[in-house]
């Protein structure tokens, strides 16, 4: 396939709209060109019949006043008398008249008679016999005519009666010739006149197209029509077609380059970064796409989907990855869930075989129960887990937070966990030495402290034989966090395993991690559970020395109360002295069935309701009833509808809510609806032995 590109057609783009212009440029130019011959032609043609005609009427008074002298009957018998005075007080006084600097007369003999003049001109007699001659055609002559004062301007005429103004009927009488000095004064008058600079010049100059100025001639002859010298008048040309003709160049000239940048720039700014788009797109070459990036407007914002695109892509692969082994990881985890929940499940049910069809002795029934009871609860704990795991991953847990007593927490935490640790270990179980206990209260959710430290110090113990396990907290007033850390001497981790420990669905195998059994969450919902409270939880460990987990929580002080240590006070199991009335609201046979079994241990009268409603009416009913264990999932009305509806009539019965749900949240519920205390199912016995005896030994306090 021919791939069509799109720069050859930006390139001809350019060029057929830059000859377009060279064109238009290059008619312009002509145009400006021809418009400037003309006009300049056009100007010099004016200015020589401008000059011309002037120079004609600078004369004519002379000949007007010449003519009319020359027909004179009075001049023509002058020239008979040939009387001075008459001449000088009549002709010579017309020298401004004529504005002439010499009048003279001559007789038909060519003989000078008589002349008048002004002081610029001292000569007398200087008028050429050719000059009389030519006067003798008739008419009036003009000529010019080099005199010791300099170039003088010579009008002539022949004498005649006044009936012969045409001067062609009679001889003439005599000759008057009227001269005038081309000095300064008469130049200076007609530079005024014409507008012009005026010089004398043997050569003709002729004006040039483009000058900035313009010439007229006129030629100056003797009385035999031979050239002298040239008036040359000069006039400043003011249309300067020389400015329009350099701004056309500027503007071709900035035309090219404008063409060259054009197509620099665009090859630049198109052409490069289409030619990255094309490799990004075929290769996705990294490099082009950082070169795109680094390029000008919209390509560098393409750059940028480019190499969004790109990191989209290798997160794609990463997360497809990533999903592949969270299938893998998950497949394993339920594979491990199987035998988790099989194992215990094994135990129960093969025992409780054994329990039903063979002849066992006391001691081997015993026996049989605890492995029953052992395997229930280890049952009971994988099942806990794998909720608590559950409402993490679906967001159904948020902090609760309360002011607590750390220092108790952590005393009872250390009495409660002690109790549980198996004899066959030999360990020591220990709390860290602080030298600078908390002075407050603090504010932070106790429930899920008490869990994470909970799971941390039981998984320490679990792969710890002998050494010891120890736990404790430092304050670090200046970052605002308090710093837990649960120490063991037990096998340690792999360090190949660190960034695994706290993943969900993994479990490092090992032997003894097999021996010991679990799905592996504990670790996974501590981490949740830091996270959740703003804090980080970390790992040192190494192989046969042991492990240090450390977490931390953000330090808030409740400054309002100051804490008072005080000994945990252990309620005792009550041997079934006090007598009293217990409702039990149970709907399912076999837990209620377990709980008369569990009563019977105990002098209490017990009460059944089969459903919300029916608690409440034995409620109503009976005022001998001091406690109620109430189920919070029954038909007809659940169990806090009850508590209500029980609460509104009989305020000071004491409640507790029996529930399979076990989290945080549900505790909190539980608490806010106004239960007494619950207790969660498998029902632990020594728990509900010690509830039930604090409210009866609560009663008979108040008695």
Not at 247 to 263: D, S
């Amino acid at each position: 396939m021919t791939i069509k590109k799109t720069y050859p057609k930006i390139l001809f783009l350019i060029f057929s709209s830059s000859i377009f212009f060279i064109f238009l440029y290059s008619a312009l130019f002509y145009y400006t060109t021809q418009v400037e011959q003309q006009v300049y032609t056009n100007s010099k043609n004016q200015f020589q019949n401008e000059v011309d005609k002037l120079f004609v009427l600078d004369s004519k008074p002379i000949r007007v006043a010449i003519n009319n002298d020359t027909n004179w009957d009075e001049f023509v018998n002058f020239f008979k008398t040939k009387d001075s005075v008459w001449y000088n007080e009549t002709i010579g006084n017309e020298l401004e008249i004529y504005n002439a600097d010499y009048l003279g007369a001559y007789d038909v003999d060519n003989k000078f008679i008589i002349n008048a003049s002004s002081s610029k001109i001292k000569s007398t007699n200087f008028i050429p016999k050719q000059a009389i001659k030519n006067l003798n055609k008739g008419g009036i002559n003009r000529f010019y005519l080099k005199i010791p004062e300099g170039l003088a301007e010579v009008i002539g005429a022949s004498v005649h009666p006044s009936d012969d103004p045409l001067k062609t009927k009679t001889k003439p009488s005599g000759y008057f010739f009227v001269v005038r000095l081309l000095d300064n004064s008469f130049i200076e008058d007609l530079e005024t006149l014409t507008s012009s600079e005026i010089e004398f010049t043997s050569k003709k100059v002729e004006s040039e197209i483009g000058g900035h100025k313009i010439y007229a001639n006129i030629e100056l002859k003797d009385c035999q029509n031979k050239n002298i010298t040239k008036l040359m008048f000069i006039r400043n040309f003011d249309v300067y077609f020389d400015n329009t003709i350099t701004i056309l160049y500027i503007i071709i000239l900035a035309f090219i380059i404008n063409l060259v940048v054009n197509l620099i720039m665009t090859r630049k700014w198109l052409y490069f970064p289409l030619e990255l788009m094309t490799r990004v797109l075929e290769t996705g070459n990294k490099k082009a796409i950082k070169e795109l990036k680094n390029t000008s407007g919209e390509f560098s914002y393409i750059g940028n989907l480019f190499e969004e695109n790109s990191n989209q892509k290798i997160e794609l692969i990463k997360s497809k990855i990533r999903a592949e082994e969270g299938d893998r990881l998950k497949a394993s985890f339920l594979a491990n869930l199987s035998h988790e929940i099989r194992t215990p499940m094994n135990a129960i049910n093969g025992f409780t075989d054994l329990l039903i069809n063979t002849e066992l002795n006391e001691k081997e029934k015993l026996e049989y129960l605890k492995v029953i009871d052992k395997s229930g609860k280890n049952l009971v704990s994988i099942i806990d887990d794998l909720i608590e795991m559950s409402k993490i991953d679906s967001n159904q847990i948020t902090p609760n937070y309360t002011n607590i007593n750390l220092e108790s927490c952590i005393s009872e935490l250390y009495e409660t966990i002690k109790i549980t640790i198996p004899k066959t270990k030999k360990i020591e179980f220990k709390l860290l030495d602080n030298l600078k206990p908390v002075p407050y209260n603090i504010i932070t959710d106790e429930t899920k402290l008490k869990q994470i430290i909970v799971n941390l110090v039981t998984n320490a113990i679990k792969f710890t034989d002998e050494g010891y396990v120890a736990f404790g907290y430092t304050v670090d007033d200046k970052n605002e966090k308090i710093i837990f850390k649960i120490k063991d001497t037990g096998l340690g981790i792999d360090k190949e395993n660190h960034k695994h420990i706290f993943d969900r669905f993994k479990r490092v195998e090992s032997d003894v991690s097999i021996k010991v059994g679990g799905l592996g969450l504990g670790l996974a919902i501590s981490k949740a559970y830091v996270d959740m409270m703003g804090g980080t939880i970390t790992l040192e460990s190494k192989v046969e020395k042991g492990s240090v987990f450390s977490f931390s929580i953000p330090l808030i002080y409740d400054k309002v109360q100051k804490i008072v240590v005080q000994s945990i006070n252990t309620i005792g199991v009550s041997k079934g002295e006090e007598d009293g009335t217990i409702l039990i609201a149970e709907d399912d046979n076999l837990n209620f069935l377990l709980f008369q079994k569990i009563m019977q241990l105990k002098n209490y009268k017990i009460i059944r309701a089969v459903n919300g409603l029916e608690a409440v009416e034995f409620c109503i009913n009976n005022s001998n009833i001091d406690l109620v264990l109430m189920d919070i999932k029954m038909p007809v009305m659940n169990g806090f509808e009850a508590l209500e509806k029980i609460k509104a009539i009989r305020p000071e019965l004491t409640v507790v809510a029996q529930t399979a749900y076990s989290s945080s949240d549900d505790e909190e519920r539980i608490f806010k609806a106004g239960f007494y205390n619950y207790i969660t199912k498998p029902i632990n016995r020594e728990k509900l032995f010690e509830i039930i005896d604090q409210v009866f030994l609560g009663k008979n306090k108040g008695s």
